[in-house]
């Protein structure tokens, strides 16, 4: 079974400043996925940013940017230029890679770090 | 187009009572899941449905939890004989390859 531990409950972070969410995970698939979800307080979970676990380059989407260490298992969120939009909790999530590579499979989720941006 | 809709909003029922929340997802999406978000136990997976495959039915929490997804499409959550620790947001997603698309989640109170 994985697990995923979001060690920080809450941060915050002034806008137009960089933060870091930190994540890290216990898995003993070599193959997997991982990523980061934001849900604003309307509920909406939105995809932020993943990274396959074969590939050695972080991933990048605008103003985030993972640092994601294999080998340490950990994985981190950062955000640079932090908007008031940003406010938000933020998920890190496993998915394992099933047989066959499919892209289908159940999401294991950390326990969330509520970030607030203050202006 | 039309995100992933959830049905009711919010639902308020009296323990021991029988629901039933929906799920529409996106059109064309093969996959299917729900997830159970509370504050006590986080985000959890509840079941999914793949195609025509059988449903990985493995984070249901009790056999009073069931789901059903109608003509691949629809897919609708029944909690029998409901308690005060099935209080949560149920949210559901819908994928067609990695990426999953959540709806906005049905807030159940069990009173």
């Known amino acids: 079974a994985q697990t995923v531990t979001q060690s920080q409950p809450e941060m915050s972070v002034q806008e137009a400043e960089t933060v870091t969410l930190s994540c890290t995970y216990d898995?003993?698939?070599?193959?997997?996925?991982l990523f980061w979800y934001k849900q604003p307080p309307s509920r909406q979970m939105i995809l932020v940013i993943r990274?396959?676990?074969?590939?050695?380059q972080n991933a990048t989407e605008n103003r985030f940017s993972v640092n994601f260490q294999k080998a340490a298992k950990s994985f981190s969120l950062k955000i640079s230029d932090s908007q008031l939009g940003d406010t938000a909790m933020y998920f890190c999530?496993?998915?394992?890679?099933?047989?066959?590579?499919?892209?289908?499979?159940?999401?294991?989720f950390g326990q969330g770090t509520i970030l607030t941006v203050h202006p | 187009g039309a995100g992933v809709s959830q049905s009711p909003s919010n639902k308020v029922t009296e323990k021991g009572k029988d629901v039933e929340l929906r799920c529409d997802p996106i059109?064309?999406?093969?996959?299917l899941y729900w997830y159970r978000q509370s504050l006590g136990q986080g985000l959890e997976f509840l079941i999914y449905?793949?195609?025509?495959?059988?449903?990985?039915k493995s984070g249901l929490p009790s056999d009073r939890f069931s789901a059903e997804r109608t003509g691949g499409s629809v897919s609708t959550l029944t909690i029998q004989r409901t308690q005060q620790e099935d209080s949560a947001v149920y949210l559901c997603?819908?994928?067609?390859?990695?990426?999953?698309?959540f709806g906005p989640g049905t807030r159940l109170t069990v009173t």
């Open positions: 997603a819908s994928s067609l390859a990695l990426e999953q698309y």
């Open positions: 898995t003993s698939e070599n193959n997997y996925y």
């Open positions: 990274q396959e676990a074969y590939k050695q």
């Open positions: 999530a496993f998915m394992k890679q099933y047989a066959g590579g499919t892209s289908y499979g159940k999401l294991t």
């Open positions: 059109s064309g999406h093969t996959a």
């Open positions: 449905f793949q195609g025509n495959s059988a449903p990985d």
